[in-house]
């Protein structure tokens, strides 16, 4: 958005890197302490999200019940073994 605004109103011109974005989660009990969180639901979201592609949101197959009950499509990405996390854990695509 500031690159936007400064171009828009100030005549600046401002180089911002190429992003994509790229989505992981799970779900489940998180500890929280000092507004930070963690655990493993937090690490696993992680992992999650490291397998995940740019502009992709993916989850673990868990949630797939959920997104069918909210009409999200999903795909299944396949199982992957995830690192600090014991076995495959089959993962899923949002939309």
Do not use: M
């Not at 994509?20 to 493993?40: L, T």
Request: proline share 2%.
């Amino acid at each position: 958005l500031f690159p936007f605004y400064a171009n828009e109103l100030h005549g600046v011109q401002i180089d911002v890197p190429e992003y994509a974005i790229k989505v992981g989660g799970h779900f489940g009990e998180a500890i929280e302490k000092e507004g930070d969180f963690f655990g493993s639901t937090v690490q696993l979201a992680a992992r999650v999200a490291g397998v995940a592609e740019a502009g992709e949101v993916c989850f673990v197959s868990e949630f797939t019940n959920v997104a069918q009950r909210l009409n999200i499509e999903t795909t299944v990405k396949g199982a992957w073994a995830l690192k600090g996390i014991t076995g495959e854990r089959e993962i899923i695509t949002l939309g």
